[in-house]
């Protein structure tokens, strides 16, 4: 008996995204999208293109330049059964509505004893690459994954971007959904048309490998797959691990990972101080100390500012520095 093909798509990331809410809003009517110029104009990235003529005003919803209106006003909605999809045009304006994400909706489950859940996605395109000022290309996930009560999500691949968009907005809780924008449109991916998830919290092994274990997520995960690519000449056989998820981090995998290999590197463009590497490098010593070969390189974006066009591509790990902070761990 044939088995039958699922119909796939050969979509860009934006395009994903874009396809996972009109996914998601064709199968639950309490799906709605909200933000600036998300409506007749598509978002800013295009992201939103076309849900305004297929669902209506009411489901796609243009708001005031005003973040934390736009937050305070989806938990609202959220509170009360809705599930609302609030875009932020870019992380670096994400701040005015901070107070409002980690002060009522990570908290509003515990708050009521359980009474009412928050069930909210808040995506925004963030890093950095596209040669825009500082606050279009911040990275600064970390803020969000050290606040209990979200969930931080960051895809890597269309594929993904879907099935994690669609696993986000059917969560109970809230969800920051971060979209690497440098590649919005840099590849395509087989993308099925039905709907499907991508279980939050559960890392993706890109590549599989004996000598170090390399952590990443995001854009920085192809400049990694490349610099393992080119290692791979030179006898290093690198595992690569995309985490997918930064709250809650796979533990589980990353611990496995590592007693694989007894070295590890992690690659970020958030800057290195506070960042996620060194939570990393914590569940390593915790969890794996006796397998440890050598110490765990960080290989990150630099403690200032993101700079404007000049420095932008010195700032971001490049596959030429990925590679010599892998090398640091394997020659250590």
């Given at each position: 008996?044939?088995?039958q093909?699922?119909?796939?798509q050969?979509?860009?990331?934006?395009?994903?995204?874009?396809?996972?809410?009109?996914?998601?809003?064709?199968?639950?009517?309490?799906?709605?999208?909200?933000g600036?110029?998300?409506?007749?104009?598509?978002?800013?990235?295009?992201?939103?293109?076309?849900?305004?003529?297929?669902?209506?005003?009411?489901?796609?919803?243009?708001?005031?330049?005003?973040?934390?209106?736009?937050?305070?006003?989806?938990?609202?909605?959220?509170?009360?059964?809705?599930?609302?999809?609030?875009?932020?045009?870019f992380?670096?304006?994400?701040?005015?509505a901070?107070?409002?994400?980690?002060?009522?909706?990570?908290?509003l489950?515990?708050?009521?004893?359980?009474?009412?859940?928050?069930?909210?996605?808040?995506?925004?395109?963030?890093?950095?690459?596209?040669?825009?000022?500082?606050?279009?290309?911040e990275?600064?996930?970390?803020?969000?994954a050290?606040?209990?009560?979200?969930?931080?999500?960051?895809?890597?691949?269309?594929?993904?971007?879907?099935?994690?968009?669609?696993?986000?907005i059917?969560?109970?809780?809230?969800?920051?959904?971060?979209?690497?924008?440098?590649?919005?449109?840099?590849?395509?991916?087989?993308?099925?048309?039905?709907?499907?998830?991508?279980?939050i919290?559960?890392?993706?092994?890109?590549?599989?490998?004996?000598?170090v274990?390399?952590?990443?997520?995001?854009?920085m995960?192809?400049?990694?797959?490349?610099?393992?690519?080119?290692?791979?000449?030179?006898g290093?056989?690198c595992?690569?691990?995309?985490?997918?998820?930064?709250?809650?981090?796979?533990?589980?995998?990353?611990?496995?990972?590592?007693?694989?290999?007894?070295?590890?590197?992690?690659?970020?463009?958030?800057?290195?101080?506070?960042?996620?590497?060194?939570?990393?490098?914590?569940?390593?010593?915790?969890?794996?100390?006796?397998?440890?070969?050598?110490?765990?390189e960080?290989?990150?974006?630099?403690?200032?500012?993101?700079?404007?066009?000049?420095?932008?591509?010195?700032y971001?790990?490049?596959?030429?520095?990925?590679?010599?902070?892998?090398?640091?761990?394997?020659?250590?």
């Amino acid at each position: 008996m044939a088995t039958q093909q699922t119909a796939t798509q050969n979509l860009t990331l934006v395009q994903a995204v874009r396809d996972g809410l009109y996914t998601e809003m064709n199968r639950d009517d309490d799906v709605l999208v909200m933000g600036e110029d998300v409506g007749k104009n598509g978002g800013v990235f295009r992201a939103t293109e076309g849900l305004y003529d297929e669902f209506g005003p009411d489901r796609v919803i243009d708001t005031p330049l005003a973040e934390s209106g736009i937050v305070g006003t989806a938990i609202g909605m959220a509170a009360y059964g809705l599930k609302p999809v609030p875009e932020i045009q870019f992380m670096g304006f994400i701040y005015p509505a901070f107070d409002q994400i980690v002060s009522h909706a990570a908290r509003l489950r515990t708050r009521s004893r359980g009474r009412f859940t928050c069930p909210l996605v808040v995506r925004a395109p963030y890093g950095g690459g596209i040669r825009a000022p500082e606050h279009h290309s911040e990275s600064k996930e970390a803020f969000f994954a050290h606040e209990p009560g979200l969930k931080v999500v960051i895809p890597s691949t269309p594929y993904d971007t879907k099935g994690l968009l669609a696993s986000a907005i059917r969560d109970p809780d809230p969800v920051i959904f971060l979209e690497p924008k440098l590649i919005y449109r840099a590849f395509r991916g087989e993308v099925p048309e039905e709907e499907y998830t991508v279980p939050i919290g559960e890392a993706a092994v890109r590549r599989e490998g004996t000598d170090v274990s390399v952590f990443t997520w995001g854009a920085m995960t192809r400049p990694t797959l490349d610099a393992a690519e080119n290692l791979a000449e030179d006898g290093i056989d690198c595992e690569v691990v995309d985490l997918r998820t930064m709250s809650p981090l796979d533990r589980e995998t990353i611990v496995e990972s590592f007693k694989k290999t007894g070295r590890a590197a992690v690659v970020h463009e958030a800057p290195k101080t506070g960042g996620l590497g060194g939570e990393i490098a914590s569940i390593i010593q915790e969890e794996a100390l006796l397998y440890q070969e050598a110490p765990v390189e960080r290989i990150a974006g630099f403690d200032t500012p993101f700079p404007l066009y000049a420095l932008e591509d010195y700032y971001l790990p490049s596959v030429a520095r990925v590679e010599e902070g892998i090398r640091g761990a394997v020659e250590f």
